[in-house]
């Protein structure tokens, strides 16, 4: 079992800059590509971006593309949202997931565990 647990969301400002982080404990995260989800209020969970373990490329969705960066860290099993140049639009409960494999899928279901969610609210 891997447990994940975010952390860093809160409230900030248009136009700010927060970084979240997701820490593993359980079993690493080596080897698996790593995903960032977001579920803002009455709406469904969507993909953010993900990072994959062999290539350590990242991808984003559109939305967020040149405002937000994915990193990892394996020996500290974590890895990081950046966020930055925030939007109203950005506020969500954020999810990290483990990929059951290597790749970046952009559906949950390509992945196999999941964090309990941080909120990011952005005033403006």
């Known amino acids: 079992q891997v447990q994940l647990v975010e952390s860093g969301g809160g409230l900030v400002t248009t136009g700010d800059s927060l970084t979240l982080s997701c820490s593993a404990s359980g079993r690493t995260i080596s080897g698996y590509a790593m995903g960032w989800f977001r579920q803002a209020p009455g709406k469904e969970r969507d993909f953010v971006g993900g990072i994959s373990w062999n290539t350590g490329n990242s991808y984003y969705a559109d939305s967020v593309k040149g405002r937000f960066t994915i990193s990892r860290d394996n020996a500290k099993n974590t890895v990081y949202l950046q966020m930055s140049t925030l939007k109203s639009e950005d506020t969500a409960v954020y999810y990290c997931?483990?990929?059951?494999?290597?790749?970046?899928?952009?559906?949950?279901?390509?992945?196999?565990?999941w964090g309990q969610g941080t909120q990011v609210t952005v005033s403006s």
């Open positions: 997931a483990r990929a059951a494999g290597v790749w970046v899928g952009r559906s949950e279901a390509n992945y196999a565990y």
